[in-house]
């Protein structure tokens, strides 16, 4: 029995030292050694990392997502592999090259809004609200097109070259045809001689269309009509708006000024031909020249307050023969 004992305490020293001395080799060997995954792409290792499951994450996201700006997801045809391994202390892990690695293999996918006439894609913008823009301004513009203009979500492997809103709301506008200038009924008859204005009272009669449609050089609030006015007599109707809004030419003709005028300020007169003259005063800047011929819609100016001005606004005047008319006749 004693015999037994001497042998069991001998049989428990022993494990005792084998278990030491395994703890002292795993220990030496978590020292030189640290367990990690190597990740493979391909059959190469491409990378380590210690955080498998975050790394898988951050891709499967980006995969699905893409950087949340211009790439929408990005098809990666094959997934990475990941083999645990000890590797010594020295190996870093490299997720960050890791995922770049990765994404970079794949095809990224693009995401743009195509803007369509007659179902025909023309222009690309960035963003849903750009697309929206561009449709309600032609809707505001009353372009005669806007029935055929759409617009869809476009995805593509291929970065598309994107559009200013305002650019492709100059292309695809198309004027709406000017309203006939209507036939007016006035009290008062006009004779004209030796380049005055003489009124009669009289019978009615009809005030006949110029020969040539207008249409109206700016949208506005009328704040100063044609007529006789404590300072005399105003020769031309006044149309305010913001400084800087594009001012359109009436109808299509020569101009034949273009520069300061005094009380006017910056000025502009077309030629329509037959005697039929526009005139338009108190410009914040001038877009053409003396004896350039420019068309219906054209911008010829920008609304501004410049000469004998108190704010912002066109003061248009239509002149038959030299003498000015009421522009209401035949606008506004």
């Known amino acids: 029995m004693k015999t037994l ?32 995954y190597a990740v493979k792409l391909n059959g190469q290792i491409i990378g380590y990392t210690d955080a498998k499951k975050q790394l898988e994450d951050k891709i499967q996201k980006y995969m699905k997502s893409g950087d949340g700006n211009k790439i929408a997801f990005v098809e990666v045809d094959t997934m990475p592999e990941y083999e645990i391994c000890y590797s010594k202390n020295e190996v870093k892990v490299n997720e960050e090259e890791v995922f770049d690695t990765v994404i970079a293999s794949g095809t990224p996918y693009y995401k743009n809004y195509a803007v369509m006439l007659n179902g025909e894609e023309k222009y690309y913008v960035a963003t849903y609200e750009e697309a929206e823009k561009i449709i309600a ?43 006939p200038v209507p036939v007016v009924k006035k009290n008062t008859r006009a004779t004209y001689s030796s380049g005055t204005v003489t009124y009669s009272s009289g019978t009615s009669y009809e005030y006949q269309s110029i020969g ?11 704040t100063s009509r044609f007529g006789r006015r404590s300072s005399g007599i ?14 359109g030419a009436a109808a299509g003709g020569t101009v034949t000024f273009s520069g300061w005028s005094g009380g006017y300020g910056n000025f502009i007169i077309i030629d329509h031909g037959n005697g ?34 108190t704010g912002p606004h066109l003061h248009l005047e239509i002149r038959i023969n030299g003498v000015c008319q009421n522009p209401q006749n035949y606008l506004y």
């Open 5 to 36: 004992f001497i042998h069991l305490r001998k049989s428990i020293k022993l494990i005792i030292i084998v278990v030491i001395a395994l703890l002292l080799a795993l220990g030496i060997l978590y020292f030189l050694f640290k367990p990690m």
């Open 137 to 179: 301004t032609l809707k505001e513009k009353k372009s005669t097109n806007i029935d055929s203009i759409t617009y869809s979500a476009k995805y593509s492997s291929e970065n598309l070259s994107e559009s200013v809103v305002d650019d492709v709301v100059a292309a695809l506008f198309v004027e709406p045809k000017p309203d």
């Open 212 to 222: 040539i449609a207008l249409s109206r050089p700016i949208s506005g609030t009328i």
């Open 234 to 247: 105003h020769k031309g109707l006044d149309i305010a708006t913001s400084s800087g809004t594009p001012i």
């Open 276 to 309: 039929i003259q526009t005139a338009y005063a108190h410009c914040s800047a001038l877009y053409v020249s003396a004896g350039q011929y420019v068309n219906q819609g054209q911008s010829i100016a920008a609304v501004g307050s410049t000469g004998n001005s």
